[in-house]
């Protein structure tokens, strides 16, 4: 999967559809027959927490302190997401591949899984998360990069 290269200049200049945040639109897929149905949202949720679990494990080999240093995720907040008892949000799975540092292709892959696929030329928040993992930003500047583009995360 190829992105553009995400600039301060694309971010003042391009046309984004949205703020990447809010989607209004819904999908609806209408199979024909022998075709298969596209994953639920549950069983894309489910393989979602399933590759953090193995993301978290291969990184931080579960330690959650070094998580919040890198993620500003807590201890508390990041069982929820695991246990699936919390829904792991756009702006939380960001922090999460921005702060461990993931590759373009592995952070796409979880956003797809997320519900929507990462779309920095049309969506505005997926842009700052792009240029930030091109980057290789650390939380902090994701977080002072959001706040300048006037993007709320939490």
């Known amino acids: 999967m190829m992105f553009p290269k995400i600039t301060k200049d694309f971010l ?3 046309n984004f559809k949205s703020d990447g945040l809010h989607f209004d ?3 609806y897929f209408r199979p ?8 639920t949202a549950a069983e894309n949720n489910a393989k979602l927490r399933k590759k953090i679990i193995d993301i978290f494990t291969e990184h ?5 302190v070094k998580l919040e240093n890198n993620c500003a995720i807590n201890e508390n907040t990041m069982r929820k997401y695991l246990k699936g008892t919390r829904k792991i949000t756009r702006e939380a799975l960001s922090k999460f591949c921005v702060g461990t540092k993931l590759n373009l292709e592995q952070s796409a892959e979880l956003f797809t899984l997320q519900g929507h696929s990462l779309e920095p030329e049309t969506q505005y928040f997926d842009a700052l998360v792009v240029m930030a993992l091109q980057d290789g930003d650390s939380i902090e500047i994701f977080y002072e990069t959001c706040e300048e583009y006037n993007i709320k995360i939490f």
């Open 12 to 14: 003042r200049t391009n």
């Open 60 to 64: 931080y080999k579960n330690n959650f």
């Open 25 to 27: 639109e819904e999908i």
């Open 32 to 39: 024909r027959q022998g075709v298969k149905l596209p994953p």
